[in-house]
């Protein structure tokens, strides 16, 4: 799957977060094209991807437990500019040397985040904003000469984090659901104003671009796709070998 008409390409790597499909649909209603990936893609892969940005999805483990999924710690050497949401965050603090430990008790649901300064991640989002948790662990620890906190407070266990030198951030909270009445500027503000993306993709030019792509490699040949109407089942289609049988056309179902 290649973009059209651009080359920029935000990552977004799956740690089995049930929202992971719903943070790449945001990226794309902002007009940014974006991959969802799995977790260990190695940062020699996403080197020759070229992203602009990466995310790292949230996800149910805890990234101390044993075979817990991990992103390959290179990739915050590459100079991309990374948005850990919830596990995301955890993983990425965990990986830089931070701690990472049970909170005294799950949280779930809405909460107030106040805003200082609002400013970067953070520019036209009010000074107080709901935010949507859904965590059982917290960052405890971190090495202030490494990482800074933004200043919130109020409701919000561990605020956003920053890392110091290193264009990564972190959001405890979920900015992908509608729960974060702003969270879609948040994303916004990290697309555009962090990683620099100028938004020129369309979703409509990619599937003109993918049915193109089809006709020409299909040619007269018949091909049966059965989809169930979720993702797992279009993206594990397999290509089979060509029938015999000629057919002239293409149905997509979209």
Known sequence: MTPS???????VFDFGAQYA?????????????????RHDLS?????????????????????????????????????????????GLQLACYSLGGAVKPAPSREFGRAVCRIQKSDGLFAG????TIVW????????????????????LRLVPWPPSAIVSRPIFGLQFHPEVSHTPHGSRIL???????????????????VDQTVKGLRE????????????????????????APSSRAASRVHLRR
């Not at 503000?189 to 030019?205: A, R, T, V």
């Open 5 to 11: 008409s651009t080359n920029e390409r935000v990552l």
């Open 21 to 37: 499909q719903l943070i790449a649909r945001r990226v794309r209603e902002q007009s940014v094209f974006c991959q969802l990936v």
């Open 43 to 87: 940062a020699a892969r996403v080197a020759e991807l070229q992203p602009k940005g990466i995310i790292l999805s949230g996800g149910p483990a805890s990234v101390y437990a044993p075979g817990a999924p991990h992103c390959d710690p290179a990739i915050f050497d590459l100079g991309v500019p990374v948005l850990g949401i919830c596990y």
């Open 125 to 128: 989002v009010p000074e107080e």
């Open 133 to 152: 948790m859904s965590h059982g662990d917290q960052v405890q620890a971190l090495d202030g000469e490494f990482f800074c906190r933004w200043p919130q």
């Open 188 to 206: 916004r503000n990290f697309l555009y104003d962090i990683c620099g993306c100028k938004g020129d993709w369309q979703m409509q030019s990619f």
């Open 217 to 240: 490699r299909i040619g007269k040949h018949r091909v049966i796709c059965g989809l169930s109407g979720g993702v797992d089942s279009s993206v594990t289609a397999r290509h089979a």
